[in-house]
């Protein structure tokens, strides 16, 4: 009996850990020209998740996507720490997109936007 008893309490201290929610970070996404002025209305979408899973029978969210204010910031609420996949499209620059790796608390990732490159022509 105290076999059983020792071997439900090292399976309930190996399996409640997993079923926590893994530590958050929030982010804050600051989009820039390269000279440095604000980029305002810049679309950012931030992926932290794979496929979408579900959770207690409900859809986890596993992105956001939200727009950058006058000052060229985006605020987005909790997302998991690790990976974190940030993409930004604005009209008349780049599209940047990167992975980073968010291990902290609170994060500002400043993210400069280039002009767009001239087209090539094989033509010409």
């Known amino acids: 009996m105290r076999s059983l008893a020792a071997c439900l309490i090292v399976l309930c201290l190996l399996v409640i850990p997993a079923l ?3 530590p958050m970070a929030k982010l804050r996404i600051e989009v820039k020209t390269l000279s440095g002025n604000p ?4 679309s950012v979408v931030v992926d932290f998740g794979g496929r979408s899973i579900k959770k207690l029978g409900r859809k986890a969210i596993t ?8 000052d060229g910031v985006a605020r987005i609420p ?3 720490q690790g990976n974190v996949r940030i993409q930004v499209i604005a009209k008349g620059y780049q599209t940047f997109g990167e992975i980073l790796e968010v ?3 609170e994060r500002t ?5 280039k002009p767009p490159q001239p087209q090539y022509s094989s033509h010409e």
């Open 103 to 105: 291990r902290e608390e």
């Open 39 to 42: 980029v305002d209305r810049a």
């Open 109 to 113: 990732v400043e993210i400069r936007l």
């Open 20 to 22: 926590a929610d893994p």
């Open 78 to 80: 909790s997302v998991p």
């Open 63 to 70: 992105h956001w996507e939200t727009r950058t204010n006058q």
